[in-house]
DNA sequence: AACCACCCCAACCGCAACAGT
DNA sequence: CACTGTTGCGGTTGGGGTGGT
């Protein structure tokens, strides 16, 4: 069914937002909180679709946003949460506090994948000499396997499909090459012994993914993933 | 200084899932 | 169950900034 996209409704504002329109989606949001959007336009005053609004306040007027360039353990785990999940920027978002989707996917279409191109024709072409860092080893764990020594090292498909766009099957799960960064196979190990129902990619693909995985994490491995 | 090409990122759009009636 | 409105997500776009010539 179609919706009501902003485009076809008259008398909207479009484009950037003003100082003034801030103010006021600040000030209302601030009265009477998040939610109901199709009730922010009117009741704020402002000439702005629902949509427009909601977006402004979570990817820029929150107060909770972090500014500022995205460090490099922030970067770091955005590479392997995206080895992990794909384009899944709403739940990477989620384990970056202060950061939002847009941002992290801008942030991926912008450095980050060329970065991992770049690393990509590297590795093809032999010349690998500066793979030194953790995320140029996250690469180097998602082209061919881990480097840990391990035959089978877990993996996790998104969407039911791999890095590289090929499907996966429940029962292949476990048998795909490896997304992770080297540490990362090795913090999956847990999860080798859990239960192999809760670790289908239909569940993965959830936010008790993450709770499956924590809980079976290590001590020792805590800090480690988190940042 | 003027022009151009490129890059970044805020904002928009289409779609799907969900909620309410 | 069908329909309609709302919300959330991911892909894409275009305006503004910046660097190079």
């Known amino acids: ?107 991926w279409n912008t450095v980050l994948k060329k970065k991992v191109q770049g690393q990509s024709v590297d590795m093809h072409s032999g010349e690998d000499e500066r793979m030194n860092s953790k995320s140029q080893e996250t690469i180097r764990c998602l082209k061919f396997g881990n480097s840990t020594g391990r035959n089978d090292p877990p993996s996790f498909p998104q969407d039911g499909k791999n890095k590289f766009g090929e499907s996966l099957v429940d029962g292949d799960f476990f048998s795909e090459t490896s997304f992770l960064a080297p540490e990362d196979c090795d913090l999956f190990n847990p999860l080798m012994d859990s239960n192999h129902e809760e670790l289908c990619p239909r569940h993965l693909l959830d936010l008790n993914f993450f709770e499956i995985f924590e809980s079976n994490l290590p001590k020792e491995h805590e800090t480690l993933w988190w940042w």
């Open 1 to 107: 069914m179609r919706r009501n996209p902003c485009s076809s409704k008259e008398g909207f504002n479009k484009g950037s937002w003003s100082a003034t329109e801030d103010k006021i989606l600040t000030d209302y949001i601030r009265a009477h909180g998040e939610g109901r959007w199709g009730k922010v336009p009117k009741g704020a005053g402002l000439s702005r679709c629902a949509r427009s609004c909601r977006l402004r306040w979570l990817n820029y007027l929150r107060p909770d946003i972090k500014r500022g360039n995205i460090s490099h353990e922030e970067e770091d785990l955005i590479i392997r949460l995206h080895n992990l999940l794909g384009n899944r920027w709403s739940l990477i978002a989620g384990r970056l506090p202060g950061r939002t989707d847009n941002e992290i996917k801008n942030y």
